[in-house]
């Protein structure tokens, strides 16, 4: 029998044995709407230090999409809409980004980027569990990014 993730399951119904946790398939990325691919594309690379994995690659009649992350394993994908359409708002893009800095002195890495023009929109606190700084900024097209201290220890 298999479960719904394409696995063998413990019974006729495809669920896992009582007990075991099911693995979940790898989370790969997030693919936001913006407003101008250029200007994007800029703010992840230039201001935040994401790398340009791809791109920008032309879909005539469907969409311009280019993809930034630190490597191939989570990215964010950058997807410009070829179709008329009215701007984007916050309501039909995304909710907010999170994005882990390699340093753990977020309130300086803050002080840095924001002498590159990104718009702070809460600067550093803890975060509710206090276990380390979060802060957010907004890009260019108006959504969150959640920025969070390199993590010391384990995710319990």
């Known amino acids: 029998m298999k479960n719904r993730f394409g696995a063998p ?13 099911c693995r979940m398939p790898r989370y790969l990325h997030t693919s936001i709407f913006v407003n101008n691919m250029a200007e994007s594309i800029g703010f992840y690379t230039d201001k935040l ?8 690659h032309h879909y005539p009649g469907n969409a311009d999409m280019a993809f930034v992350g630190e490597d191939w394993n989570s990215y964010i994908e950058l997807v410009y809409d070829l179709e008329e359409h009215d701007p984007y708002g916050l309501g039909n893009r995304y909710e907010h980004l999170a994005i882990e800095i390699d340093d753990a002195d977020l309130p300086a890495y803050i ?21 380390r700084a979060i802060a957010f ?20």
């Open 9 to 21: 399951g413990a019974d006729g119904n495809g669920a896992a044995p009582r007990g075991t946790v």
């Open 49 to 56: 230090g994401l790398k340009l994995l791809d791109g920008p």
């Open 111 to 131: 002080d840095k980027i924001r002498a590159r023009g990104v718009k702070i929109t809460r600067e550093p606190k803890k975060s509710p569990g206090g276990s």
């Open 137 to 156: 900024i907004e890009d260019p097209n108006g959504i969150p990014v959640e920025l969070l201290e390199k993590r010391s220890g384990p995710i319990v």
